[in-house]
């Protein structure tokens, strides 16, 4: 299953839009899509505004891939239960976000194993129809590590 999730604080239609789009000329894809505060109704797959985190949660564990904003909080959740992410960054000039500063988290962490970032609602269908080219990233904690927590004991204390 493929499961696209624009977070929580902003709706992002132009993913959402891109993605169902996709999803009409694949309907045998499996879809589900977390769309957040928006006006735009996917046509051909289905969708959320919201879910609770237990339901989110189930529904990473199942999927096959994240399609998503390139909110931290997305590529982090990816990551955690080794998922391969699809990201496009939002873009203040297009009013989908304060700042720039998912371009340049996309831009850096595009590198990784595992994410993969499209710059636009065209590579998106580049994209998911090279989906079994994506691999499953490393897993990481959920917990920082006792070496990085020790460190920032001593740099908040003045002793690092």
């Known amino acids: 299953m493929i499961l696209v999730t624009v977070g929580y604080q902003m709706a992002f239609d132009r993913l959402v839009d891109a993605v169902d789009q996709w999803a009409a000329e694949h309907p045998d894809a499996e879809m589900f899509a977390q769309i957040g505060p928006s006006e735009l109704r996917p ?32 590529i982090l959740t990816a990551l955690q239960y080794g998922k391969p992410i699809l990201v496009m960054p939002r873009h203040a000039a ?11 988290t996309a831009q ?13 609602e065209r590579e998106i269908a580049e994209k998911l129809d090279r989906l079994s080219n994506l691999s499953a990233p490393p897993k990481i904690s959920n917990v920082a590590s006792p070496e990085l927590v020790t460190r920032l004991q001593r740099f908040i204390a003045g002793t690092d």
Request: net charge negative.
């Open 94 to 104: 297009k009013g989908e976000t304060r700042n720039d500063h998912q371009i340049a």
């Open 43 to 74: 046509k051909n797959m289905p969708f959320t505004a919201f879910m609770e985190p237990v339901e989110f949660t189930r529904r990473v564990e199942e999927c096959s891939v994240l399609v998503a904003h390139a909110g931290m909080g997305s």
């Open 108 to 120: 850096r962490l595009g590198e990784r194993p595992g994410i993969e970032v499209a710059v636009d």
